[in-house]
């Protein structure tokens, strides 16, 4: 094993990276970074993974634990449950999960089926796929298993548009934007207490009446702990399924012969999701910080070091296959880094891919006569990846 040089002059290329001129393309500047420093150290406590292996191996290591996000409270940090380790990250997942198990999601289909019918069939011949599929189809979703009523969706949606935000580092969030994101977090708290202090008396059929009834050896969850995990299931299961709609959609129309074998084998529809995942995954980056004295491959990262995954860079790792930067609907990339790995694994990663593969099959009859007509609007996040816009036209 050998200690990585510090390297002050990396710290630029680094930027560069997430730079507004690699947002549409980011992946040629992620695979010429792989290439000339597979790891990298531009600051002291600052370790940088873009390898596949070697982003696998960290984030699957019990040494490397969730870095605290700087936007979020201390309060925040001590509940979240991507941010705790066992026993009480097993406890808080074990709870949550038996809402995101397979017969949960399918209980959720019908509503999912008819939801995408909805909005599809509400389409007009130019319309922007983005805030009339990806964006309303997972805030209904995740709406529904909250047990958010109707008419108070709107302002879920306009708060899971600002917290986005602070799953991004604090350095990059212009401080305009975090006046927004506080009070979005500040509403939603407010509005989730009310609404658990209701189910309490009233409980329905719904995750947030589960969470408040619930118990375990481990003893009730706190109203805390129930508030924060809510706010995580509507970040991620808003972001990252809007992402993946909308990345999956544009890759196809950026490669019809991608599209026509779709069109020919609708049973792809599943691959094509995990290819989408791989390809242009809605996650780009995540952040550990080593609990112990760990080592990655030859590399030793010291106990209080963080380590920063290049997710897109490692997906596009020929360790995954050959020809990762071409878009294959056929290939297995079961393997890919784009709902994280080990013990913090996306929980709700089954319900994301059901609505985005729900989404695809619905639009598939649409897609062969679609033509984008300005060029897609890039969200300006570097966690994660999606559309702000797509807007298509189509013959029919």
Known sequence: MSELAVRPEERPALAALFSPDHIADPYPAFATWRAQRPVARPRENLFVFSRYQDCAAVLSDPAFSHVPNDVATDQDNASNMFRLEPPDHTRLRRLVSRAFTPASVRALM?????????????????FDVIDQLARPLPVRVISELLGIPEADRPKLATWAEQLSRSTDFRHLIPSEVRPMMRAARDGFH????????????????DLVSALVHVHDEGGALTEHEIIITCRLLLIAGYETTRGLIGGCVLALLN????????????????????????????????????????????????????????????????ALGDDPEVFDITRDTRRHLSFGHGIHFCLGASLGRAEAATALRHLLPLLP??????????????????????WLTTSR
């Open 110 to 126: 019908p509503r999912i089926e008819a939801t995408t019918s909805e909005l599809v069939g509400d389409l007009g011949p130019r």
């Open 190 to 205: 407010e509005y989730l207490l009310a609404l658990l202090h209701k189910r309490r008396h009233e409980p329905g059929d």
């Open 255 to 318: 490669h019809p012969a991608q599209l026509a074998a779709l069109r020919s084998a609708p049973d792809l529809v599943d691959k094509c999701i995990e290819e989408s995942l791989r390809y242009d995954p809605p996650v780009q980056l995540l952040a550990r910080v080593a609990l112990k004295d760990a080592t990655v491959g030859a590399t030793t990262v010291p106990a209080g070091a963080r380590a920063l995954i290049l997710v897109g860079a490692a997906n596009h790792d020929e």
């Open 369 to 390: 006569e679609c033509r984008i007509t300005q060029p897609p609007d890039w969200k300006p996040h570097t966690a994660l990846r999606g559309l702000e816009h797509l």
